[in-house]
T-cell receptor, first 114, second 112 residues
Framework: EAEVAQSPRYKITEKSQAVAFWCDPI?????LYWYRQILGQGPELLVQ????????DSQLPKDRFSAERLKGVDSTLKIQPAELGDSAMYLC????????????FGSGTRLTVV | GESVGLHLPTLSVQEGDNSIINCAYS??????FIWYKQESGKGPQFIID?????DKRQGQRVTVLLNKTVKHLSLQIAATQPGDSAVYFC???????????FGTGTRLLVSP
């Protein structure tokens, strides 16, 4: 079964350091999403790509977060500098048509900022 | 492993019981709804979906009910099994926007 791949699975970083997460969506999925999930809450959308273009980054803290999907395939989410409040699970999802059944999540990267 | 949802509402059931998990959604313009299951340390897993022109949809051991009048969704799990223990989220989507909005999760605990 096709999966959304994410790495690393876990990351511990000191505040003010830079950190990056990587996502490889399901082959052929044009739409890629990055979500942040704080413990005890549902995931919240950070950024959405359609191919290599950003279509929604309204909830992305742009002073410290950046995301790219240069070739319209895999994607990187970066935080610089990391803050204590950034500790969360970062989930990547991809979709072929933007609807639930084709909307698949990866296992996430668990970030702890110390 | 990590624990998702330490302070979430919790539903505790016995193995073999039927479970009902409820969700209130926020946007009356949402026309597509999805239930996800999230196990500890994993990403959300699709369970079942329903469009706003339906009020009920059945899958294998699961049924979703939609009441648009009161903006309420429910997920019914028949013959609940220990493997069903997880956090369950409803999510809503408005066609054309492709942005899933998740509700507050519910932790389901199934005792043998």
């Amino acid at each position: 079964e096709a999966e959304v791949a994410q790495s690393p699975r876990y990351k511990i970083t000191e505040k003010s350091q830079a950190v990056a997460f990587w996502c490889d969506p399901i082959s052929g999925h044009a739409t890629l999403y990055w979500y942040r999930q704080i413990l005890g809450q549902g995931p919240e959308l950070l950024v959405q790509f359609q191919d290599e273009s950003v279509v929604d980054d309204s909830q992305l803290p742009k002073d410290r977060f950046s995301a790219e999907r240069l070739k319209g395939v895999d994607s990187t989410l970066k935080i610089q500098p990391a803050e204590l409040g950034d500790s969360a699970m970062y989930l990547c999802a991809s979709s072929s048509r933007g609807l639930g059944g084709g909307y698949t999540f990866g296992s996430g990267t668990r970030l702890t900022v110390v | 492993g990590e624990s998702v949802g330490l302070h979430l509402p919790t539903l505790s059931v016995q193995e073999g019981d039927n479970s009902i998990i409820n969700c209130a959604y926020s946007n009356s313009a949402s026309d597509y709804f999805i239930w996800y299951k999230q196990e500890s340390g994993k990403g959300p897993q699709f369970i079942i979906d329903i469009r706003s022109n339906m009020d009920k949809r059945q899958g294998q051991r699961v049924t979703v009910l939609l009441n648009k009048t009161v903006k309420h969704l429910s997920l019914q799990i028949a013959a609940t099994q220990p493997g069903d223990s997880a956090v369950y989220f409803c999510a809503e989507l408005r066609t054309g926007f492709q942005k899933l909005v998740f509700g507050t999760g519910t932790r389901l605990l199934v005792s043998p």
